[in-house]
Nanobody, 124 residues
Framework: VQLQASGGGLVQAGGSLRLSCAAS????????MGWFRQVPGKEREFVAA????????YYADSVKGRFTISRDNAKNTVYLQMNRLKPEDTAVYYC??????????????????WGQGTLVTVSS
């Protein structure tokens, strides 16, 4: 599976962005998907995960109530809608595919494929 993330950019605090991650291949629905983020000098941080069909979602406490993960298996795409953005949300955001049984894992080493990252900058 190859993943291509897009949608990052510069936004003011309180604003919104929607990230997209397009996957290649015909087995997209067999992967749970996740979003992570990373700030230079820090470890990659779990943001959200979604189950294979999209019926279940899981969020880090820091984004719960502000971010929404969704997927469209017909389009081989996963999304991250980010609302009420804060300066501390500034990071490179990565999408990832997990072929294991634990769809809601927060551990980056349990994800098998990664997108290239898209930069989100939130100004105060």
């Amino acid at each position: 599976v190859q993943l291509q993330a897009s949608g990052g950019g510069l936004v003011q605090a309180g604003g919104s962005l929607r990230l997209s991650c397009a996957a290649s291949g015909r087995t997209f629905s067999s992967y749970a998907m996740g979003w992570f983020r990373q700030v230079p000098g820090k470890e990659r941080e779990f943001v959200a995960a979604i189950s294979w069909s999209g019926g279940n979602t899981y969020y880090a406490d820091s984004v719960k109530g502000r971010f929404t993960i969704s997927r469209d298996n017909a389009k081989n795409t996963v999304y991250l809608q980010m609302n009420r953005l804060k300066p501390e949300d500034t990071a490179v955001y990565y999408c990832a595919a997990n072929r294991g049984s634990n769809w809601r894992t927060m551990e980056s080493n349990e994800y098998d494929y990664w997108g290239q990252g898209t930069l989100v900058t939130v100004s105060s």
